[in-house]
């Protein structure tokens, strides 16, 4: 067993980690000024162009996507860089071209699209030009339960039409976010996990309309993108633009979520470093009653708890890259599940520790911390809340005892 780096996932380890040092963090200040100013809260500020322009230039591009249309990683490669890219959540990822959701829609259509829906959405994705999203939950149903989302894809003719309301489509108030993965129902008389399919709608489809942004415990959470509620309405589109076959849908998803959820992990291990590292540098700098923060006991106790925590959290998630590397996505299922139960939950406690050692200053605007925690307890709900993982992996659990 080897825990070492090999020679091409050190030599971009070192070239991610100056790039974050040189260009990212810097441009973390300026980020949230432009944020601030911009008129629109949902469009992203000149400098993430800048940061995406000088990242390409440096070939560190596409670094999350296997095969021959991005860098042709494995999962194992890639886990250590998506860390570093955690590091600075808001700003790193996109400017890879390695952001959620369009990792995963990238994802999606590379391996379900037709060659003409690869060449109209999968280019410019990969390009960096639009932006996706993937809208699956709606306000009116539980949709952690996939089976019951309630939208409608009906075939008319040469088309298909598309009603129903979906909401948390993260991306989509980016005006940049040209088109929509709608998940709904083409047969709702079908075998439960064949109802689905996917759709691709072009947002500027007449009938589409993007309602509102969702806050996020009271944040616009722009730097995402956003996470809208949409309308459809009679929404009109070519039968071709139906992703794979009718009944795919459901697959499809499962077959999406599984690296989005690793994604969401391994930069979920840098959000936890970041953390403890600003943990370290505020305690060894401030002094409270006679004695540096730093020589608190319970200080002391958090910071050893935040470093097995990580580690702990870290091996699971590079066990589970190998795994999909090796054994494929559905057999590393359990392993999947166990770090997406584990790693946000880690995650937000190590977080959680950072704020409260830098007292006020943690929950404000002066730190990332905020933000991180923020995305770290939304994980928690996101790609499927932790109660629905859990129920999944104790019943395959029980399949080995014959029970369900
Ligand atoms: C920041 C953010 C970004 C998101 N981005 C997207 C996106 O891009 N696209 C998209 O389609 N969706 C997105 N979502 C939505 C997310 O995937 C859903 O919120 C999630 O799947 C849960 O669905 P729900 O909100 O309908 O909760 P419900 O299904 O109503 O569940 C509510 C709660 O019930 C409990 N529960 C449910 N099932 C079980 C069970 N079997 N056992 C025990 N308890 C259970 C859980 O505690 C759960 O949190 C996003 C959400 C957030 C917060």
């Known amino acids: 067993m080897d825990f070492g780096f090999d020679q091409r996932t050190g030599e971009l380890h070192e070239a991610v980690n100056d790039f974050l040092i040189e260009q ?56 250590p860089l998506a860390e570093l890219l955690g590091h600075s959540p808001h700003l790193a990822p ?15 259509l590379a391996e379900f ?31 952690s339960d996939a089976t019951n989302i309630a939208t409608t894809i009906r075939r008319d003719g040469d088309s298909y039409v598309i009603d129903g309301r979906k909401w948390w489509s993260s991306g989509a108030m980016d005006p940049r976010c040209e088109i929509f993965i709608v998940m709904g129902k083409t047969d709702p008389s079908a075998e439960r996990h064949k109802q689905q399919s996917m759709i691709l709608v072009p947002r500027d489809t007449p009938g589409v309309t993007v309602k509102r942004g969702m806050t ?11 996470h809208a509620e949409i309308s459809f309405e009679g929404v009109r589109v070519p039968a071709d633009n139906l992703i794979a076959a009718e009944g795919d849908g459901f697959g499809i998803a ?38 540096p923060l730093s020589e608190q006991g319970v200080v002391r106790d958090w910071i050893a708890e935040s470093r097995v925590r990580i580690e702990q959290a870290r091996l699971l998630v590079l066990k589970t890259a ?83």
């Open 216 to 226: 996020v415990f009271g944040f616009t959470d722009g730097t995402h993108g956003g």
């Open 94 to 108: 996109e400017a890879l071209n390695c952001a959620a959701p369009d990792t995963g829609n990238m994802e999606l």
């Open 24 to 79: 990212v963090y810097p441009a973390e200040a300026v980020f949230t000024a432009q944020v601030e100013q911009a008129e629109n809260p949902w469009t992203r500020p000149p400098v993430m162009e800048d940061l995406k322009a000088e990242a390409r230039r440096r070939g560190l591009w596409n670094l999350f996507l296997p095969g021959s249309h991005g860098a042709g990683l494995t999962n194992l490669q890639y886990a």
């Open 254 to 291: 499962q077959a999406r979520l599984g690296p989005g959820r690793i994604h969401h992990c391994m930069r979920l291990i840098g959000m936890a470093e970041r953390a403890l590292e600003l943990l370290c540098g505020r305690v060894a700098s401030r002094a409270a009653f006679g004695k």
């Open 113 to 143: 699209g037709s060659p003409e829906q690869q060449a109209r959405w999968l280019s410019p994705l990969l390009d960096g030009t639009i932006r996706s999203a993937f809208c699956m939950t709606e306000p009116d149903v539980a949709s």
């Open 322 to 404: 190998w795994l999909m590397d090796t054994v494929g996505n559905k057999g590393a299922h359990t392993e999947i599940q166990a770090i997406k139960i584990a790693t946000p939950s880690m995650a937000e406690w190590v977080i959680d520790k950072s704020i409260q050692a830098h007292g006020a200053a943690g929950v404000s605007q002066d730190t990332p911390l905020a933000a991180l925690w923020t995305s770290a307890r939304t994980l928690r709900l996101a790609d499927g809340p932790d109660e629905v993982h859990r129920a999944s992996l104790a019943r395959r659990e029980l399949r080995k005892w014959s029970l369900n």
